[in-house]
């Protein structure tokens, strides 16, 4: 295993680190070498067993952090930006920012027995999945916390594009996300900061069970991915190391799939 990020004082910072493509993405970046700072937001309960993963990174030999706030509110976004300041010291920047935030409404548009859309749901699911990128990227950059070649990758999915019952809020927010991504990588360039976005195929994640129907949506996949499997976390966590690294500094401002071709059919 190369550790090339080992000597170079880089962190990535992982938004909604705790499971999911951002857990694997972690334990990605670990393994090469890269210190890892993951805020995420669970419940008591769950913590052991996140705990237990976080562990895991621990040794691989690298520093670790690990935040259980509420990434949204400005607060305690400031206090955990402040925290990582003082733990960064002096020579130590963020190489990678890695969004995986999975917080949003699955309600249809209309219903007669169960709750639908409204305006307020579309402002949380949009704030929370989306303008959330730009607020942490905004505060870090203001803290001078990033490297000087430094990468922002979010993760977005074909939902981007296409219709699915109860998606609408979370499919806005992905579409804004996506827009978001581009002009943080045009007017962030001349800093140094390279802004992508990885559209996932579909994903057996606990996000993905909480939308109504998602087995209909993993049976479909199934049939129409060229390999016949679904995608995995760790084959995303894949691509957002090789955006990490010295080759990938002139990819900037991409929609990326990952998904074994499943938006070819």
């Not at 990582?84 to 309600?107: D, F």
Request: hydrophobic letters at 40%; charged letters at 25%; proline letters at 3%.
């Amino acid at each position: 295993m190369v550790r090339e990020f080992q000597h170079h004082n880089y962190w990535a910072l992982i938004l909604g680190g705790s499971s999911g493509l951002g857990l694997a993405t972690a334990k990605k970046l670990a393994e090469h070498g890269m210190n890892i700072c993951i805020v995420h937001r669970n419940r008591k309960s769950e913590l052991p067993n996140i705990y237990e993963n976080f562990n895991q990174i621990k040794k691989l030999g690298v520093a670790f952090l690990s935040y259980n706030v509420n990434a949204f509110k400005r607060e305690e976004r400031q206090e955990v930006v402040n925290t990582l300041r003082k733990e960064l010291g002096e020579k130590g920047r963020i190489r990678t920012l890695v969004h995986s935030v999975a917080k949003g409404n699955l309600k249809p548009m209309v219903a007669i027995d169960k709750p639908v859309l409204k305006n307020d749901d579309f402002h949380l699911t949009i704030d929370a999945m989306a303008i959330s990128l730009y607020d942490w990227t905004k505060t870090l950059f203001d803290q001078e916390l990033f490297a000087d070649d430094a990468r922002l990758v979010s993760f977005t999915s074909e939902g981007n594009s296409k219709a699915w019952p109860n998606y609408a809020a979370v499919s806005a927010a992905k579409v804004t996300l996506e827009a978001i991504t581009r002009n943080i990588a045009l007017e962030f360039a001349k800093y140094g900061l390279r802004a992508n976005c990885i559209q996932a195929g579909v994903t057996d994640t606990s996000s993905l069970r909480a939308i109504p129907g998602s087995q209909d949506i993993i049976d479909h996949s199934l049939k129409r991915n060229p390999f016949k499997r679904l995608t995995l976390p760790e084959n995303v966590a894949d691509v957002v190391y090789l955006l990490s690294k010295d080759e990938a500094a002139w990819i900037n401002g991409c929609i990326i799939p990952v998904d074994g071709g499943e938006h070819i059919s």
